[in-house]
C-alpha cells in the first residue's frame, strides 16, 4: 500500500510540481524544512488571488480581543470522561476497558509514566483506576 509521501520516489514522481505542505510520513524520501503552515514567509504556496480573489476570512459583529480564556463551571478535563465510564458503559464494558488498558501499560511503559497513567484513570473514576493499576501490579509479579 502506498504512503503518503510515495509520488516524492523517483519512479513515482509526477512531471508537474506538487506544492503541499506534508512534512513527514510514511516513504518521506527529500528532507523538508520549511514551515507546514500557510501563509508563510519562506517562499510557499501562495494563493492565487488574481484568479480566485481574496481568501474568505471571518466575519465578526464586534471587536475580537487577544484575552485569556476564563474558565466556567463546566470546565474540567475528566467530566466526560467519568460520565461515559459511569453512566454510558455497563459492566462487561469497563471490565474490558480494564483489561484494554492493563495490557496497554504492561507493554513496556516504564514506572513513573505508569504512575502518572494510574492516576489519570482514578482522574476519570476511582474504582477505574484502581483496577487498572491492581491488574497492572497482578500482572507486573
Given at each position: 500500500?502506498?504512503?503518503?509521501?510515495?509520488?516524492?520516489?523517483?519512479?513515482n514522481e509526477p512531471v508537474s510540481a506538487v506544492n503541499s505542505?506534508?512534512?513527514?510520513?510514511?516513504?518521506?524520501?527529500?528532507?523538508?524544512?520549511?514551515?507546514?503552515?500557510?501563509?508563510?514567509?519562506?517562499?510557499?504556496?501562495?494563493?492565487?488571488?488574481?484568479?480566485?480573489?481574496?481568501?474568505?476570512?471571518?466575519?465578526?459583529?464586534?471587536?475580537?480581543?487577544?484575552?485569556?480564556?476564563?474558565?466556567?463551571?463546566?470546565?474540567?478535563?475528566?467530566?466526560?470522561?467519568?460520565?461515559?465510564?459511569?453512566?454510558?458503559?455497563?459492566?462487561?464494558?469497563?471490565?474490558?476497558?480494564?483489561?484494554?488498558?492493563?495490557?496497554h501499560l504492561l507493554d513496556g511503559v516504564i514506572e513513573p509514566?505508569?504512575?502518572?497513567?494510574?492516576?489519570?484513570?482514578?482522574?476519570?473514576?476511582?474504582?477505574?483506576?484502581?483496577?487498572?493499576?491492581?491488574?497492572?501490579?497482578?500482572?507486573?509479579?
Open positions: 500500500m502506498p504512503g503518503a509521501n510515495d509520488n516524492q520516489l523517483p519512479v505542505y506534508s512534512m513527514d510520513g510514511a516513504m518521506r524520501y527529500r528532507k523538508v524544512s520549511d514551515p507546514v503552515y500557510a501563509p508563510n514567509s519562506k517562499g510557499g504556496p501562495q494563493a492565487d488571488t488574481s484568479r480566485y480573489g481574496e481568501p474568505a476570512g471571518w466575519h465578526a459583529d464586534g471587536d475580537m480581543v487577544h484575552a485569556a480564556y476564563v474558565l466556567h463551571a463546566e470546565d474540567d478535563d475528566w467530566g466526560q470522561g467519568c460520565t461515559l465510564v459511569r453512566a454510558v458503559m455497563d459492566d462487561a464494558a469497563r471490565d474490558r476497558l480494564v483489561g484494554n488498558l492493563a495490557s509514566v505508569l504512575e502518572r497513567a494510574f492516576e489519570y484513570w482514578r482522574n476519570v473514576d476511582e474504582d477505574l483506576g484502581l483496577r487498572v493499576e491492581e491488574e497492572v501490579r497482578a500482572k507486573q509479579s
